[in-house]
């Protein structure tokens, strides 16, 4: 039988045993801290390694971990949440009203019809209403956002999004506002089933009145609409000269610089590596009542090597997402240790992977990209950079995702009390068969890596000429009348200390096989993998948090919204695809197409999974109620959060040890 047990804890167990005798990172004083600085209790600054990219109020240019954690900061009011007790998707109960229900059209259509509460303002004071959210899906989905460098977002669920963004009707029939605080919307028979239906539903306000003014959304009756409010209408205002001006303005645009938000912060400046915010008053509180406490919040990006001895002078009150091996110990052995500061410790919903240039004509082939991942250590790599805190993974996925911990059998499900007590041994009997054991993994082997070269054609030298592994040194084809060589180029991020890593567990080994690996630092990874800027690689090493809406079908079909330069595989979108559309609730056929998407996306390799890890977050024990491992990121933690002298009063219970999953490197 396989065992029960909290993953984030075995985790947080085997860390344990380093502290004791971690030694103490370099070029730190050989003392602990048994005392916290002084804190400025209305202001909190937090620090993170990830870069901001400035993409804050909406994903259509990115989706950098930071860049989310701004944005659920200063974005409030989503139609729907998720809900870690009942562990799926629900209409959060503090914007949408009881009298709202689903139901079912004559099509088959699934049916929202939504109330809104009439309480929600944006920080400016203007109230909130249905048309508020029609016009975010109007506006996020719109082709307009791929004229001005964006990638407009996917509806292909709601009936009616797909003639509309075509241009064979001028509105969305699946989208209507019934009145101004009624909102519905038809997801399509042929979407369903989906396993997380309700996430569908996944919608913030945005104010057309700052983004597109002079224009309003209307619905005559058949769907909604953006027209000008004023005549004449035959010359519209919604246009992407419109939208490039109120949106992307250096100084002005919404993107970075939102002027009215629904969240519990409002952001005051933002310069590149830092940005302030403030307390927006006219935030009503989230689904359990908390309000934002403290006043002032600065985020900023933090240097890796200084950020926990700035943390010991009192210039951070918070480090979010630390995941170096050295870093954890050094704040676990002189700060944590003695009780002046703590730690919050959760598996990380994501992994770190490499992608591959999909237009080059090397990384295209399938063989060359399985020789790839057989030349890197990964076991070596993962132990560098993240040691005990980390595992290498050989799949699309990560340690805090619950597909995985169920199937490894770190939780598991309660079988329902009115099953017999033979239906429940088939249940544990079927879980129980599901296993990632049978799925390629590409263990480090680089003479299967060389063979697998040979076979696939990569059998000629600089000159033409049969390659000699004794003295030539890298491998050539011939493709479409041109002498392609391996050699090829690397780029990962600049704020990443692990280029060291990359040198001897990855690129001395793939000079064995006859691949010539150059490394690159870059600050615009981020922008090539989302094609905002050329794709100046063959090789792009980047992490991912996932959406707890785990669907990665458009990843790897072509037109899908992100990894534009990678991989795109039928097979593997389709399995993604089949394995969306399940029953809702119905975790072992889900976690059963879980596996099958796994098995096709090993068949190709499109991308090298690398490691997942443990994350830690450092804060001075005077910040109170911080709980990220009930949120997805610090800034839905921090709602609720106070500094304070009075201690805490804690109960020890199972439920407090476990730990829960949260989202790059």
Sequence with gaps: MKKVLALGLMLMMLGSLAFAEAPTAAGTAQTTVTATAAYDYDELTVGSVMPMYGAFSLDNWGNSSSDVDVRKLISG??????????????????????GSVVTQDGEGNHVYNITLYEDL??????????????????????????EIGGNSADADFMVGWKDYVEGNQPYVTG?????????????????????YEVGLLDCYPLP?????????????????????????????????????KTLLDENSGYLTHPQAVSGPYRILSFDGTEAHFELNPLYKGNSEGLKPVILRITFRVANADTMIDEMLRGEYGLLNKVSRADLIRDGMDRAVINGAYAQKTYPRQGLSFITFNGTRPATAEAEVRKAIALCLDKESLTRDYVGEYGLKMDGYYGLGQWMY???????SQEPP??????????????WESLTLEGI????????????????????MNLDGQTYDSSTDEVRCKVIDGKLIPLELKLVYPEPTQIAEGFKTCFADHLKEVGIVLTLEPSDSVLP?????????????????????????????????????????????????????KTQAGDLLTYCRKWIGFLEKFAETEPMIPVYSNVYYDFHPSVLRNYEITQSSTWSQAVVGSYFSDVPEETEETEEAAETAGAETF
Aim: with cysteine.
């Design 528 to 580: 090539m993998y989302y094609g905002q800027e050329a794709p100046d690689y063959d090789l792009l090493f980047l992490g991912s948090n996932f959406d707890i809406a785990y669907d990665p079908s458009t990843l790897f079909m072509d037109g899908g919204l992100v990894n534009v330069n990678g991989i795109k595989d039928e097979a593997v979108a389709e399995a993604a695809i089949e394995m969306r």
């Design 208 to 244: 057309i009145h700052i983004i597109a003014p002079g224009c309003e959304v209307r619905d005559d009756g058949y769907g909604v609409y953006v027209r000008n409010k004023q005549e004449p209408r035959d010359v519209p205002l919604f246009t992407a000269e419109l939208l490039k």
């Design 440 to 459: 390629e993994n590409y263990a480090f082997d680089t003479a299967r890596a060389a063979q697998l070269l040979e076979d696939a054609g990569w059998t």
């Design 405 to 411: 911990q169920m199937v490894n059998g770190t939780v």
């Design 121 to 146: 303002y944006y920080s400016d004071g203007t109230p909130i209403t249905a048309w508020d959210y029609a016009f975010s899906w109007l506006l996020r989905t719109s082709p307009l956002i791929d």
């Design 175 to 195: 989208l209507r506002v019934i009145g101004k605080y009624q909102l519905q919307i038809r997801i399509r028979a042929e979407y369903l089933p989906y396993f």
């Design 77 to 98: 009011y989503n139609l729907v949440e998720w809900n870690t007790e009942q562990g799926g998707f629900r209409l959060d109960p503090s914007v949408v009203t009881d």
């Design 417 to 430: 009390e009115d099953m017999s007590e033979a239906e429940k041994e088939q249940l544990q009997a079927d």
